[in-house]
């Protein structure tokens, strides 16, 4: 799946997309972000922030126990300061 | 019912005649625009604004909104504009335009259309000054708002 990274989130990562594979056992939001944290310390630096990361799956809005079982592409992001 | 997403500025007055143009059904129409001041919360002066956001998810979230505005008020039109990329201050940021019978319904479903874009359109504000930038945080006063709305 894609991986997309928004804001400071995509800052600390490093960069704003790549492809990853989550092994199994990784099938909701919040175990992939707890793996993701484990990838290095970039990635612990970008999501040390917890629950106030945000997740979208397929572009909808998605909370840290939606299952990502078929997703394509997951974002990642800051709460949101538009308008 | 419009949801458009631009770099360069918009003019309100422009959009509402052409929102009006030819119609006499229409009682009421409420407008707001958010503009870029010249502060940060903080008290230092912004020389800009640039926002970031999610291409394709914006699009929906927006669509998404305007939508549910329209299931819950009898709407006659509605608009919302949205910019991206570096905004100066003193330029507008957001329009969002409604148009209906009677004044209740375009009022409250423009403050619903502005506290949901608020809270869940993925776009995110940085601020440039004399500093550096930096981003902006959200507030907890706009889950408020947009909580007020939850049935």
Sequence with gaps: MKLLYFAWV?????????????????????????????RGPEYEHAFEAGPAIRAAIDKR????????????EIAFFPPMTGG | MTVRLQTE?????????????GRSDVGAVVTFM?????????????????????PGMVEDELSRIEAEARAR???ADALVIH???????????????????HRAAAFEAAEFLMDYLKTSA??????????????????????AAADRWKK
């Design chain 1, 61 to 72: 809005h998605a909370r840290a126990d939606a299952p990502i079982a078929g997703a394509r």
């Design chain 2, 83 to 101: 910019r991206h990329g570096r905004i100066l201050a003193g330029e507008p940021i957001v329009l969002v335009v409604t148009l209906a019978p």
């Design chain 2, 73 to 75: 008020w009898s709407l």
């Design chain 2, 122 to 143: 993925p776009f995110w504000k940085q601020e440039e000054t004399a500093d550096g930038r930096s981003w902006v945080a959200a507030k907890a006063t706009d889950d």
């Design chain 2, 34 to 54: 958010g503009v870029c001041r010249d502060r940060t919360d903080s008290g230092a002066e912004l020389v800009a604004l640039t926002l970031e956001h999610y």
């Design chain 1, 10 to 38: 995509r800052e600390r990562v490093g960069r704003a997309e790549e492809e990853a594979e989550a092994p199994a056992g990784v099938s909701t939001v919040a175990e992939l972000i707890e793996w993701l944290r484990g």
């Design chain 2, 9 to 21: 500025p918009f003019d309100l007055g422009a959009e509402v005649a052409r929102l009006t143009d």
